[in-house]
C-alpha cells in the first residue's frame, strides 16, 4: 500500500516540482546541483498528541447529529477500519467523484485542502483519502449528493463558519480556535506531529523521547528555518499557540502550500527541516525520496 501512495504522490510531484520546487508563501527559491539525490527521513517520536474531527456548520446542529452517529456506526461496524487499511495496510484505495454545485439540489458541500496524504489528495480529477472515503460513505448516509470544495488549508474552517460549506473534512486537529468556526464532531483518529530531516542529517538520531527531540529544538535559532504547511498544527507548533499549548521555537517558520513542497524545499537546502503530520510525513517522504 505504501508503494501505491508513493506513485500517487509521485505524479502530482513530476508534474509540480520543476515549476514549484522551492516556491512558497514567501518566495524562497534556489537549490543546488546535489539535490536530486538528498533524500529525507521522518524521525519516529511524536510530538504532540492530537484528535482529529470534522467541523460542522454551527448552524446546522441536525447535521452534527448525524455526523457523529455515523463516526459511531462506521467505527462499531469496522467500515473505519476498512478505509484505514487501505492506506496504512494492504488495501486499495477507493477514488470519489465530486458533483458540481447545484443549490438547486440536495447536496453535502464538503470544505477540504487535497493536499493532504493520505487523508485528502488528488488521483487525476478525482478525490482520494481517507477523508474523502469518509465523506462519500456520509453523504451516501444522509441521501445526499457529494460535493467538495478543494481550497487552502487555512480556508476550510473559515468557509464552513460562512455557511459556505457544510462541514469541514481535511485531517483537522480539534483546537479552541477552530471552534471559533465550526462546531467539532466526536473524534474519529489520534494523530501527532513528526519532525522530517535530510537522511545524511545526523542531529536527531541519538534522540530516544519527545522530550530529547524537544531539546534540540529548543536550540535552534532565527538562523535554522523549519517548513510547514501554511495554517496547519505543524505552523503552529513551530510559530507557537496558545490555543494549542506550544510555546514556540526560534528558528524561522517558512510556510508552503503543501508539506511536499515543504520536504522538496528542504532537499534543495533551502529549510533544513520540515515538521507536519505523521501519517503525511511518511507519505511525502516515501514518495519524494522514491523521485531522487
Known amino acids: 500500500m505504501k508503494k501505491f501512495l508513493a506513485v500517487c ?20 527559491s534556489g537549490g543546488n546541483s ?3 539525490k538528498r533524500t529525507a527521513k521522518v524521525i519516529d517520536i511524536d510530538l504532540t498528541d492530537e484528535e482529529y474531527a470534522f467541523g460542522v456548520d454551527k448552524s446546522q446542529p ?14 462499531e461496524d469496522g467500515t473505519l477500519d476498512e478505509i484505514f487499511d487501505r492506506y496504512f495496510g494492504d488495501g486499495e484505495p477507493q477514488p470519489v467523484e465530486s458533483a458540481a454545485l447545484d443549490t438547486s439540489k440536495d447536496q453535502l458541500v464538503v470544505a477540504t485542502n487535497a493536499a493532504f496524504e493520505p487523508f485528502e489528495y488528488m488521483e487525476g480529477e478525482n478525490y482520494v ?23 487552502d488549508f487555512d480556508a ?31 473524534t474519529y483518529y489520534q494523530a501527532s506531529q513528526r519532525l522530517i530531516v535530510p537522511s545524511d542529517d545526523t542531529t536527531f538520531d541519538d534522540c530516544k523521547t ?6 534540540k529544538l529548543a536550540e535552534l535559532t532565527s538562523d535554522t528555518k523549519i517548513g510547514v504547511q501554511q495554517g496547519t498544527t505543524g505552523n503552529s507548533y513551530v510559530e507557537g499557540d496558545e490555543s494549542f499549548g506550544f510555546p514556540g521555537l526560534n528558528a524561522t517558520c517558512q510556510t508552503y502550500k503543501s508539506g511536499s513542497l515543504a520536504v522538496q524545499d528542504m532537499l534543495n537546502n533551502n529549510v533544513q527541516y520540515v515538521i507536519i503530520d505523521a501519517a503525511p510525513a511518511e507519505a511525502i517522504t516515501e514518495a519524494i525520496n522514491a523521485l531522487q
Open 129 to 151: 483519502g481517507i477523508d474523502m472515503e469518509i465523506a462519500a460513505l456520509l453523504a451516501e448516509e444522509l441521501g445526499q449528493e457529494l460535493v467538495i470544495q478543494n481550497m
Open 34 to 36: 546535489g539535490s536530486a
Open 156 to 186: 476550510v474552517c473559515l468557509s464552513v463558519g460562512q455557511q459556505m460549506c457544510d462541514i469541514a473534512m481535511a485531517g483537522l486537529t480539534v483546537n479552541p480556535e477552530r471552534e471559533e468556526y465550526v462546531t467539532f464532531s466526536d
Open 210 to 215: 519527545k522530550e530529547d527531540v524537544e531539546a
Open 62 to 75: 441536525e447535521l452534527l447529529e448525524q455526523v457523529n452517529s455515523f463516526i459511531a456506526k462506521i467505527q
Open 9 to 28: 504522490l509521485c505524479a502530482a510531484l513530476a508534474a509540480g516540482t520543476l515549476a514549484a520546487c522551492g516556491s512558497n508563501d514567501g518566495g524562497a
